[in-house]
């Protein structure tokens, strides 16, 4: 009988190991692959992005007792002029950017060495050749340019991008009535309640999650340009964008919107305005992420901050600059995916804050 038993317990864990091993050799193969089709993925998921927060609006139409295909066309031409208006801004601000991009690096460099006279006049050892190797202004504002262009890129597939995006919204009408049949064939084959209810469940924690983490980061955006505006930095709106895509990564996005923005007021302004400015954004940011956006979303669906560094790192990895701009929306989904099943509950805690 021990033996029988201590058989079983050996083949269990030969079978668990197995199995494993079996789960982490799919995942290296799953990520090779999309790593080869990032250029299909980023606009599919983009799309996919895009219609999740577009169609809360088409549910609330045809609530009011809009037609369908009325409610329809009115959240299409939304999602055009997003789009549009996120192309010309980008369109108008990028390119006298990037054109300017070698002054501002001048300059910067120029302050630099102006910080280590005035240190050195201090009697405060520097190393100027070991402080312009690490603080290379042309690093700094060269990854803005390449952050800037890699979002242009991608928006210059934005006819790919918005006929995805319409199909996807137009399949979402029926998509109620497909849950509802993989509910009811579920019923037929278990009686697990909570089982049944798992995919509403998941899609509207999803939807919950993305809307107000949507709504956040428009206001974040439009208090980022309005302020930058008044202080008379150049392409606030620019920078109003950027805060906006950012600010869907917790705390080092809002770090990542805030360092060109910064650089740019301390060539334009000096050194008390860019003070301002930084305090301004520490600010908006504290209350943003402290206040607002827990009172609405809940502790339950935070991330950890290691999760997020690392998932800022895979993404961007695995997709490039709009991998980087969906690391956590991404991860959020697999949290709350791990979260919705008892066997890989364990993995959505370890990735909870």
């Known amino acids: 009988m021990n033996n029988n038993e201590n058989n079983a317990a050996v083949e269990s864990q030969t079978s668990g190991m197995f199995h494993f091993l079996l789960g982490l050799a799919a995942f290296v193969v799953i990520v090779a692959g999309m790593h080869q089709a990032q250029t ?62 070698p002054e501002y690096q001048e300059k910067l460099n120029d302050l630099l060495i102006s910080a280590i006279q005035w240190a050195r006049a201090h009697k405060i050892p520097v190393s100027q050749s070991k402080i312009l190797e690490n603080l290379d202004p042309a690093l700094l504002m060269g990854w803005v340019g390449s952050l800037i262009g890699g979002i242009g890129a991608m928006l210059s597939k934005g006819l790919l991008i918005f006929i995805t995006t319409a199909f996807i919204i137009f399949e979402t009408s029926t998509f109620p009535d497909k849950v509802e049949k993989f509910r009811l064939k579920k019923s037929e084959d278990d009686e697990d309640e909570p089982v049944k209810r798992k995919p509403n469940v998941f899609i509207t924690k999803i939807k919950h999650y993305l809307a107000i983490k949507t709504a956040t980061s428009l206001l974040t955006a439009v208090l980022v340009a309005v302020g930058l505006l008044a202080v ?30 910064l650089l740019l007021t301390l060539i334009q302004f000096g050194v008390w305005t860019t003070l301002w400015v930084g ?56 949290k709350i995916a791990c979260d919705s099943r008892k066997e890989t509950k364990w993995i959505g805690v370890l990735l909870g804050p």
């Not at 088409?58 to 009325?70: A, D, S, Y």
């Not at 601000?93 to 300017?100: D, G, H």
């Open 279 to 334: 305090v301004g954004y520490t600010a908006l940011n504290i209350f943003i992420g402290n206040f607002v956006e827990p009172n609405y979303m809940g502790k339950e669906l935070g991330l950890s901050p290691l999760v997020v560094f690392l998932s800022l790192v895979f993404w961007g990895w695995l997709l490039g600059p709009i991998g980087m701009l969906l690391s956590v929306p991404l991860t959020m989904t697999a």
């Open 40 to 101: 299909i993925i980023v606009p599919f998921l983009l799309s996919v992005f895009i219609a999740i927060i577009s169609t809360p609006v088409l549910f609330f139409l045809e609530k009011r007792g809009v037609p369908k295909l009325v409610s329809f066309l009115i959240v299409l031409l939304g999602v055009i002029v997003c789009i549009a208006g996120i192309v010309l801004v980008i369109g108008a601000s990028a390119s006298s950017f990037m054109k300017n991009l």
């Open 232 to 261: 008379g930095v150049d392409y606030p709106f620019l920078w109003g964008l950027l805060a906006f895509f950012l600010n869907f990564i917790p705390s080092i996005g809002a770090i990542l919107a805030a360092i060109p923005v």
